[in-house]
């Protein structure tokens, strides 16, 4: 059940940032890109079965240090501009 209401909030995250990254995906497409493919990557491991040694729950925590450094990467482009 767990792992369903994990997936149910990351596909609604989607749902909600490519909403509010339209204008932002105009301005950085390669930021933007990057950044729903580790999205997708993350969900990917959340629904994966077992933990693999202990590596599957390694990367995830690598994927959400590399979303929440593609997202400080798009801010700071943004307020470059």
Do not use: F
Not at 56 to 75: C, N, S, Y
């Amino acid at each position: 059940m767990g792992k369903r209401i994990t997936v149910v909030l990351l596909v609604t995250g989607l749902v909600i940032g490519g909403a509010i990254g339209g204008w932002a995906a105009m301005q950085q497409p390669h930021m933007m890109a990057a950044l729903e493919a580790l999205k997708k990557a993350q969900m990917e491991l959340e629904v994966a079965e077992h933990n693999k040694g202990g590596h599957r729950e390694k990367a995830l925590k690598l994927v959400h240090q590399a979303i929440e450094q593609t997202k400080k990467g798009i801010e700071a482009g943004e307020r470059e501009r």
